[in-house]
């Protein structure tokens, strides 16, 4: 059983597009997170949310704005995508904020 | 602010070698430490970790001691096997605010 899932794995869109990526965790965690990493493997934290609410918002452009229907998903919403979005996106979760995180295999996304 | 600086990468190293990547952090208070792993194609998985002073952390032969009189958090293994070719990252939990920060990963591969 999958406990972070996201969806799409691989997400390849032109510029100027509008795109979302879902991700839903199974295992009852209260926090859940959004990272970028880019082609050097550098880690960056964008969002955080507990129970729904948003407690961590790092300088992220405002085209991208995450939604959390419920505790179990996260999901990040990305307006007018340009070149520079391109990256492997990481959701995790962790049963309360600070403990050990549990991350999702990644979306792979590529703006031609 | 709470950070973790660990050593630069690629790493490449033949078979049975052994491995040490430098992990090193600064933090107010006594944060726990902790070391993931991201195989290719895949998300970080915690490795290990170590919630105070002089624990040792320790999983599939991979070793690190939290040394608080050096900030040092080293990984360790005695023998490296191909399959150990990873990204490796230190991260802690910062007491304040009680978020993650991870260190910049460092690239490892293990050559037959």
């Known amino acids: 059983d999958t406990a972070v899932s996201q969806t799409p794995k691989y997400l390849v869109t032109q510029m100027g597009n509008d795109k979302s990526i879902k991700c839903e965790q199974n295992l009852g965690h209260d926090t859940m997170y959004w990272y970028k990493q880019d082609s050097k493997k550098f880690l960056k934290i964008m969002f955080s949310?507990?129970?729904?609410?948003?407690?961590i918002n790092e300088t992220v452009p405002n085209r991208f704005s995450p939604k959390s229907p419920d505790k179990a998903h996260l999901n990040l919403h990305i307006n007018s995508l340009e070149l520079g979005d391109s990256a492997v996106y990481f959701c995790?979760?962790?049963?309360?904020?600070?403990?050990?995180?549990?991350f999702g295999d990644g979306t792979r996304l590529s703006i031609l | 602010g709470d950070s973790v600086t660990q050593m630069e990468g690629p790493v490449t190293l033949s078979e049975e070698a052994f491995l040490t990547i430098n992990c090193t952090y600064t933090a107010t208070g006594y944060p726990s430490l902790f070391w993931y792993v991201q195989y290719p194609g895949e998300g970080l998985q915690l490795l290990l970790k170590?919630?105070?002073?002089?624990d040792k952390g320790s999983n599939k032969g991979f070793e690190a001691t939290y040394r608080k009189e050096t900030t040092s958090f080293h990984l360790e293994k005695g023998s490296v096997q191909v399959s150990d070719s990873a990204v490796y990252f230190c991260a802690l939990n910062g007491r304040i605010g009680n978020q993650f920060y991870f260190g910049t990963g460092t690239s490892l591969t293990v050559i037959p």
């Open positions: 949310y507990n129970n729904k609410e948003l407690i």
């Open positions: 995790a979760s962790s049963r309360q904020q600070g403990r050990p995180q549990h």
């Open positions: 170590a919630t105070k002073a002089d």
